[in-house]
């Protein structure tokens, strides 16, 4: 038999025992409150804790985010503590937004000293208006001609350098900024939630926006598009005045609220800060392409030079037709040059001859009713019909005479006026003037107003208003006043 001697157990062995039992004991306490219930992790990332700057050092090994916005618009006290933040705004109003610079010393030493390019946009919150945005937009595009969904006010930004607006992009503006300074962009919104509601009966509850900033570092070819940071916040917006009465109602009805009930809320803050998000999606506009410099006045021709031939003129009116023996690849980069880029991914193996074969009724279905047909007529290569087409005269010395003989009564005299057809597409007084600056060879700057001979003889100061009620097909005589 085998005797085994048993020594003497030592303190630390015995309080390593304890420990471990009292520990086994614990275990299994809280798990019928659900996984994760006292988890503070869960806690401070309710929107009530990110609205406040933490100085408590990070949990994890993730950097700090580079860049910190602030939108200068109170939070609305009606929002659950679980939910996303919710901030009204006024239609056409400016609204700050502070551009912070959140980086260490030496961070992101590639940036020192250097400009970023910030890129904002206004899109939609619910996801199924995200997948018909660009169809959304141009019928907004359709009902207010010549306006822009998103604008920067430029005179009181601080700090901002070369402003852009695309022409083709009216949810989205542009700018180059310097983290080491300080810097404020101040944007209106002139778009409303209600004009994207399904029904419009009066009365009815409008759709969510969501502003969000996108910032490029410069790479090594002087194009921003290397990523930094994203974030956005959701918004809401009004008529004006209608966000401060929509403030004032929701504050009434949180005053209203039992003490139990106000805990479930949000409280209202006074400033709104963006949360950090993915990136756009959109990689073909968050390129070095030249854009126009912050004009609202949109451009039909923006890459035509006046050197151009007139093959030029032709190709810009009239795209290059996707032939039958295109490949996919072909075909994608036709889609991408007419302008059809959120429709590359759904044709993503379609090669020339599957996309000809498509019926309208097919487009339509796939594309929606207006890029259906867009996308149709481009494949076919038919030709969009201006919105409207005007004749303008130039008036000449001669015909000036020849019409004052043939007035006192000489009936040989015969008045010969040239006309030339212009064709507008954003019906403002901007763009006619753009026009006829072209047509006659001359720089739109030297115009300084434009007449319409009315009645009587009389000259009317032609206006965007006045452009948008003008019927298709008319003949004009024009005054030209010159700087």
């Given at each position: 038999m085998a005797w085994t001697l048993k020594l003497?157990?030592?303190?630390?062995?015995?309080?390593?025992?304890?420990?471990?039992?009292?520990?086994?004991?614990l275990s299994g306490i809280g798990q019928e409150l659900g996984a994760g219930a006292y988890s503070m992790s869960d806690v401070l990332a309710l929107p009530i804790f990110k609205q406040e700057e933490s100085n408590l050092p990070p949990d994890t090994d993730d950097k700090i985010l580079p860049f910190q916005y602030v939108l200068c618009a109170a939070t609305s006290p009606a929002v659950k503590l679980h939910d996303e933040t919710l901030t009204y705004l006024n239609q056409g109003q400016s609204y700050e937004i502070r551009m912070l610079?959140?980086?260490?010393?030496?961070?992101?030493?590639?940036?020192?000293?250097?400009?970023?390019?910030?890129?904002?946009?206004?899109?939609?919150?619910?996801?199924?208006?995200?997948?018909?945005?660009h169809q959304q937009l141009e019928g907004w595009r359709w009902n207010r001609p010549g306006d822009r969904i998103l604008d920067l006010d430029i005179p009181?930004?601080?700090?901002?350098?070369?402003?852009?607006?695309?022409?083709?992009?009216?949810?989205?503006?542009?700018?180059?900024?310097?983290?080491?300074?300080?810097?404020?962009?101040?944007?209106?919104?002139?778009?409303?939630?209600?004009?994207?509601t399904m029904r419009k009966h009066g009365g009815e509850k409008g759709v969510p926006f969501r502003i969000q900033i996108d910032t490029f570092k410069e790479n090594e070819n002087g194009e921003y598009t290397e990523h930094l940071h994203s974030a956005s916040c959701q918004v809401k917006v009004f008529k004006p005045k209608g966000a401060d009465r929509k403030q004032k109602t929701d504050r009434e009805k949180m005053?209203?609220?039992?003490?139990?009930?106000?805990?479930?809320?949000?409280?209202?803050?006074?400033?709104?800060?963006?949360?950090?998000?993915?990136?756009?999606p959109e990689i073909t506009y968050v390129n070095n392409s030249p854009s126009p410099g912050f004009n609202s006045t949109h451009n039909s021709f923006p890459n035509l030079l006046p050197t151009a031939t007139p093959q030029d003129v032709l190709s810009c009116?009239?795209?290059?037709?996707?032939?039958?023996?295109?490949?996919?690849?072909?075909?994608?980069?036709?889609?991408?040059?007419?302008?059809?880029?959120?429709?590359?991914r759904l044709f993503t193996n379609f090669s020339g001859t599957d996309l000809l074969k498509l019926t309208r009724e097919d487009v339509i279905q796939i594309c929606g009713p207006a890029d259906g047909i867009r996308l149709f007529n481009a494949l076919k290569g038919r030709v969009v019909r201006p919105r409207l087409t005007i004749y303008v005269c130039q008036e000449s010395q001669q015909a000036r005479e020849q019409q004052a003989k043939h007035e006192?009564?000489?009936?040989?005299?015969?008045?010969?006026?040239?006309?030339?057809?212009?064709?507008?597409?954003?019906?403002?007084?901007?763009?006619?003037?753009?026009?006829?600056?072209?047509?006659?060879?001359?720089?739109?700057?030297?115009?300084?107003?434009?007449f319409k001979q009315g009645p009587t003889g009389i000259h009317v100061l032609?206006?965007?208003?006045?452009?948008?009620?003008?019927?298709?097909?008319?003949?004009?005589?024009?005054?030209?006043?010159?700087r």
């Open positions: 003497p157990l030592t303190d630390e062995v015995i309080e390593s025992g304890l420990v471990q039992d009292f520990d086994a004991s610079d959140n980086q260490k010393i030496g961070e992101l030493p590639e940036i020192t000293g250097k400009m970023v390019k910030s890129i904002i946009r206004v899109v939609f919150h619910d996801r199924r208006l995200q997948y018909t945005e009181m930004s601080v700090g901002i350098i070369d402003p852009r607006a695309n022409p083709t992009q009216l949810n989205t503006v542009e700018f180059l900024w310097d983290p080491s300074k300080r810097t404020s962009v101040f944007i209106q919104v002139h778009c409303i939630s209600t004009e994207f005053e209203k609220r039992a003490p139990q009930e106000k805990e479930k809320y949000q409280p209202s803050y006074e400033t709104t800060i963006l949360t950090e998000c993915s990136p756009w009116l009239f795209p290059q037709n996707l032939l039958p023996t295109a490949t996919p690849q072909d075909a994608q980069q036709w889609l991408l040059r007419n302008r059809f880029s959120p429709f590359c006192n009564g000489d009936a040989a005299a015969n008045t010969f006026f040239v006309y030339h057809a212009i064709y507008l597409e954003d019906l403002t007084a901007a763009e006619l003037t753009e026009k006829v600056a072209q047509l006659f060879n001359i720089s739109p700057r030297q115009i300084n107003q434009i032609v206006s965007d208003e006045m452009i948008q009620n003008f019927q298709d097909e008319v003949c004009f005589v024009f005054f030209l006043v010159f």
